[in-house]
């Protein structure tokens, strides 16, 4: 069986999306807003069978792409880049959630739970990003498939 036929709820995100991050602190102050463009691919390449490219830019022109390559195994996937590590695993027809830590800072973590309509056309996420077990600051981004 494919990675694909595995993890069906993952592979409904085969595409581009468009939305927008906005970093909110633990006082629910947004610190950060940017718009965002991520291509979810399924390559057919056994090293790595899923492959993300984020594309951000901020109000003030700055710019920012990022590749996550991911392996798969036992019904997860698995990202081991130079900026992060963790895995992402399927919860029901709708949801995938994802753990990870940034290899800067390998102490603290973060859960994302990914939700895609059951149309497939827009996503819902939300990132918590904990420093030493305590919530610090959430992320929320709205999404919707342009390709």
Not at 6 to 22: C, D, N, S, T
Not at 43 to 72: C, L, M, S
Not at 121 to 135: F, I, V
């Amino acid at each position: 069986m494919s990675m694909k036929t595995e993890m069906p709820v993952l592979a409904r995100h085969e595409g581009k999306w468009q939305g927008e991050y906005i970093h909110i602190d633990a006082n629910a102050n947004i610190v950060d807003r940017h718009a965002s463009l991520l291509t979810c691919r399924f390559p057919d390449n056994e090293e790595h069978p899923y492959y993300q490219t984020n594309e951000y830019t901020w109000a003030d022109g700055r710019k920012e792409v990022i590749q996550f390559p991911a392996t798969y195994e036992d019904g997860k996937i698995y990202f081991n880049t130079e900026r992060i590590d963790g895995y992402a695993w399927e919860v029901d027809e709708l949801t995938v959630l994802l753990k990870w830590t940034y290899r800067h800072d390998p102490a603290n973590y973060l859960y994302e739970m990914i939700q895609i309509s059951p149309d497939g056309n827009h996503r819902a996420r939300t990132w918590r990003w904990y420093e030493s077990g305590e919530l610090i600051k959430r992320t929320v981004i709205k999404e919707k498939r342009v390709a």
